[in-house]
């Protein structure tokens, strides 16, 4: 079956932008950043195995599983170029899809991406992950961004009612011990991926992190390969298609302009 995803305008006519979420979200979360895109690209949001309309597709798992579902997905809609944009564990997916498939790519755009070090602060992960109130999920969700932002109760009740699914809270437990997956219960790290391979990548890549990430630390994109081109955001956590959708989007339009 085909994973699920939100679709805008014909991917046969120019190569579309391909959106992934991060742990516990959603082809939604880029609702904002979709609607500010040229109408000229077209855009694939997908749902990634273990989540939403994809709850149950092939692919549930770390990083690794979900890149191989995707690229298995493109090819079946006929998709041979693309440009690629990932937050968190959609980073770490989208990195590993253009390290294996590197001539499909066309660029690759990752928000505060997962595995770029094996630290992780996996106790609020888990605590986003899995609360078991809707209130639990919005106190989750503001440990995760910067200072003064908040959710709107609509979002957060959306996000809750995903969680009801049957089969959605397995679905993310196992997800989450994949990217944990070898490391001791006394000290969880995440996978790493091999930074000199994304080193060797000859389409434009970008990393984008906020300065005040709890999830993730901003020093992860310290001494990267000097073909990555890096971007902090002051003032911002680690959901940043949430808290600053408009700099997100103008990176996305940026990059599109420049490799048309």
């Not at 979420?21 to 082809?27: P, R, S, V």
């Not at 992950?129 to 440990?143: H, P």
């Not at 961004?145 to 196992?174: I, K, M």
């Amino acid at each position: 079956m085909a994973l699920a995803a939100i679709t805008r305008g014909d991917d046969k006519a120019a190569a579309p932008l391909v959106l992934l979420h991060g742990f516990g979200g959603g082809a939604c979360v880029w609702q904002d950043v979709m609607a500010g895109l040229p109408e000229t690209i077209p855009v694939i949001a997908y749902d990634l195995p273990g989540h939403g309309g994809s709850l149950q597709e092939d692919g549930i798992g770390g990083a690794g599983r979900m890149a191989k579902a995707v690229l298995i997905d493109l090819k079946r809609r006929g998709v041979a170029r693309c440009h690629v944009a990932g937050h968190s564990l959609g980073g770490a997916t989208a990195a590993l899809m253009a390290l294996r498939e590197p001539t499909r790519v066309k660029s690759l755009t990752l928000l505060a991406p997962g595995g770029f070090g094996p630290e992780i602060n996996h106790r609020a992960l888990a605590a986003y992950g899995f609360a078991d109130s809707e209130a639990a999920l919005q106190t989750a969700l503001r440990a995760m961004t910067g200072p003064g932002f908040c959710f709107h109760e609509e979002a957060v009740r959306t996000l809750w009612a995903s969680r009801q699914v049957p089969g959605a809270g397995d679905a993310l437990r196992q997800v989450f011990e994949a990217i944990l997956a070898g490391s001791p219960l006394d000290d969880r790290r995440q996978g790493t991926l091999p930074l000199a391979d994304l080193g060797r990548l000859a389409m434009p890549c970008y990393v984008v992190w906020g300065l005040d990430d709890t999830i993730l630390p901003v020093a992860q994109a310290e001494g990267l390969p000097a073909n990555i081109t890096v971007e902090r955001i002051a003032g911002a956590g680690h959901m940043l298609i949430d808290e600053c959708p408009e700099r997100v989007l103008s990176l996305l339009r940026a990059v599109l302009a420049q490799v048309p």
